[in-house]
């Protein structure tokens, strides 16, 4: 079972840049990482996808370390509507096996005016 | 497109009474499961199934019963409803377990 570890909490100011890191210590091989945003009384919105190195879209940007045991995301210049959890969780997009793929706490990041 | 579809949005049952909480989603996708969210907490993991006829249990499946006879569908039962059971109920599906999830609008269940 793949568990994810993040801090609980943190702010910060408009128009800032916010790295997010989230620890995996025993992700497998063909482990994906994926990083979700939920808005109070809405169900987790897909943020980005990857597996090592660096992956960017139009939202967000994915660094991954070479050993993969975390992964960080970034945000650039946040913005009040940023305010949300984010959760980061661990799973193989090619596996049909009955793995549990489960979420972890969350980080509540606030965005300040 | 309506991607996941979950009823009813808010629903009150008294304590012992059963419900039913239907999921249905028309991305013909294999991965589908029901987590549970409290106030102020992630979400936890009650059942998922790969495909249809398949199912297994999550964290916290004590109290549920699911079941997968399609592939767009499944419903979460709650056999005998406990206040402990009150929460925010999501239902989510993805090509496979390791692809982003798409996630309903939730179901908010209230047990007196």
């Known amino acids: 079972l793949a568990k994810t570890t993040q801090p609980i909490s943190m702010d910060s100011y408009e128009g800032q840049e916010v790295n997010i890191t989230c620890s995996h210590n025993?992700?497998?091989?063909?482990?994906?990482i994926t990083w979700y945003q939920q808005f109070p009384s809405q169900g987790p919105r897909f943020i980005i996808q990857?597996?090592?190195t660096k992956v960017t879209n139009e939202v967000a940007s994915l660094f991954i370390p070479a050993d993969r045991k975390s992964s960080t995301l970034s945000l650039p210049r946040v913005s009040l509507s940023d305010t949300a959890v984010y959760y980061c969780?661990?799973?193989?997009?090619?596996?049909?096996?009955?793995?549990?793929?489960?979420f972890g706490s969350g980080t509540q990041l606030t965005v300040l005016p | 497109n309506a991607g996941v579809t979950q009823t009813p949005k808010f629903q009150v049952l008294k304590t012992g009474q059963s419900m039913t909480l239907q999921c249905a989603q028309d991305?013909?996708?294999?991965?589908m499961s029901w987590y549970r969210q409290d106030p102020g907490m992630g979400l936890r993991l009650i059942h998922y199934?790969?495909?249809?006829?398949?199912?297994d249990q999550g964290e916290v499946p004590n109290g549920y019963n699911v079941s997968r006879s399609t592939t767009e569908d499944f419903p979460l039962r709650l056999l005998s409803a406990a206040p402990s059971q009150t929460s925010v109920y999501f239902c989510?599906?993805?090509?496979?377990?390791?692809?982003?999830?798409?996630f309903g609008d939730g179901t908010r269940l209230s047990i007196l």
């Open positions: 989510a599906s993805s090509y496979n377990q390791g692809r982003p999830q798409h």
């Open positions: 025993n992700i497998a091989t063909n482990d994906y």
């Open positions: 990857g597996y090592k």
């Open positions: 969780l661990v799973g193989d997009p090619a596996s049909g096996s009955a793995r549990q793929l489960t």
């Open positions: 991305m013909n996708h294999e991965y």
């Open positions: 199934s790969v495909g249809a006829g398949i199912t």
